[in-house]
């Protein structure tokens, strides 16, 4: 896996955290009826887009490109990109998640989006772990590349 690819792949999952994390801030917004879960999903997403724009930094590194392609350190990024690429697959779902129970509707809006989020507890509760599994593994990996 090239450095290249890398920096795509991380580009382009932080520019879906940061739509995401907009999306999620429009839903805060929009409802007073938000818990703390989703203020803290809020910030998983925000932080893993902070995390994944050092990584960009890190992999654009002159050193970190010059290894990037041999043995252990190649078979390090190859399994990072495994990594961004779900990463980006959750991301999107979790979008969709969002904009599902963000619907808007003319009678009862805000209760309706309570009772959408109320429902989609759970699953939203499995992507937040998931990101935050992502980040955790990404920031191991520059902590082991910046070594």
Not at 19 to 34: A, H, R, S
Not at 44 to 47: F, G, K, L, T
Not at 64 to 75: C, R
Not at 106 to 111: D, E, G, K, P
């Given at each position: 896996m090239d450095p290249l690819t890398i920096v795509g792949s991380s580009l382009s999952v932080a520019k879906l955290c940061y739509?995401?994390?907009?999306?999620?801030?429009?839903?805060?917004?929009?409802?007073?009826?938000?818990g703390t879960a989703i203020n803290a999903l809020f910030q998983?997403?925000?932080?893993f887009g902070k995390i994944l724009e050092q990584m960009k930094d890190t992999v654009d590194d002159p050193k970190?490109?010059?290894?990037?392609?041999?043995?252990?350190?190649?078979?390090h990024w190859?399994?990072?990109q495994t990594s961004l690429d779900d990463a980006e697959e959750t991301?999107?779902?979790l979008k969709a998640t969002i904009l599902c129970v963000d619907k808007s509707a003319?009678?009862?809006?805000?209760?309706r989006k309570h009772i959408r989020l109320i429902g989609a507890q759970d699953e939203i509760a499995?992507?937040?772990?998931?990101?935050?599994?992502?980040?955790?593994?990404?920031?191991?990996s520059l902590q082991t590349t910046i070594l």
């Open positions: 739509t995401v994390g907009w999306e999620l801030k429009k839903f805060i917004d929009g409802t007073k009826l938000v998983d997403v925000q932080s970190v490109k010059a290894s990037a392609l041999t043995g252990y350190v190649g078979s190859r399994h990072l991301l999107s779902a003319n009678l009862l809006n805000s209760t499995v992507y937040q772990q998931q990101i935050r599994s992502y980040k955790d593994t990404i920031q191991v």
